[in-house]
């Protein structure tokens, strides 16, 4: 899977791109939020981001909102990576478009169970997508569904 990192501190940015190597995931490293946006505009769009909040050209909040705006990166799961703690910047950081917050400095096994979590909440998506165009083939052939949809009920 790949990961896109927005982070403008060197160092920072070096620490987290070699975390998820470790891990097993591809990275797109960039240096602010204009790069990382080319980025996540080209043809293969991450399944995940992790921005830094405060960066030049353009902010975490900000592309977290390009990034919801958008059709093609809609899907994208975003982590915002910030050294703003307190109860009011997360929730403006989740208001933005972010799907996980996490401070600065950050514990390394919990931003790693933080990208696994986020790996597994882009699964149902790409499994629906794979499904759908398996049912086109069925249909094709001729074959069709026979069984109802089961449907959740309330009692």
């Not at 987290?16 to 960039?30: D, F, M, N, Q, S």
């Not at 096994?109 to 083939?137: C, F, I, N, T």
């Not at 026979?146 to 449907?151: F, I, N, Q, T």
Request: hydrophobic letters at 40%; one cysteine or more.
């Amino acid at each position: 899977m790949k990961v896109l990192i927005a982070e403008d501190d060197a160092v920072s940015n070096r620490y987290l791109e070699a975390a998820l190597r470790k891990w097993g995931y591809e990275v797109i490293a960039t240096k602010n939020g204009a790069e990382a946006w080319q980025a996540l505009s080209g043809p293969e769009v991450p399944r995940m981001a992790i921005l830094d909040w405060m960066m030049p050209e353009m902010d975490g909040l900000e592309l977290c909102g390009k990034i919801r705006a958008a059709t093609s990166t809609k899907a994208t799961y975003v982590i915002l990576l910030t050294a703003r703690g307190g109860h009011g910047n997360a929730v403006q950081g989740l208001e933005a478009g972010a799907d996980d917050y996490v401070t600065k400095p950050f514990d390394r096994e919990e931003l790693r169970a933080r990208v696994q979590g986020g790996a597994r909440a882009g699964q149902p998506q790409a499994s629906l997508a794979g499904r759908a165009s398996g049912a086109g083939g069925t249909e094709a052939k001729g074959e069709q569904l026979r069984a109802p949809l089961p449907v959740c009920s309330y009692g």
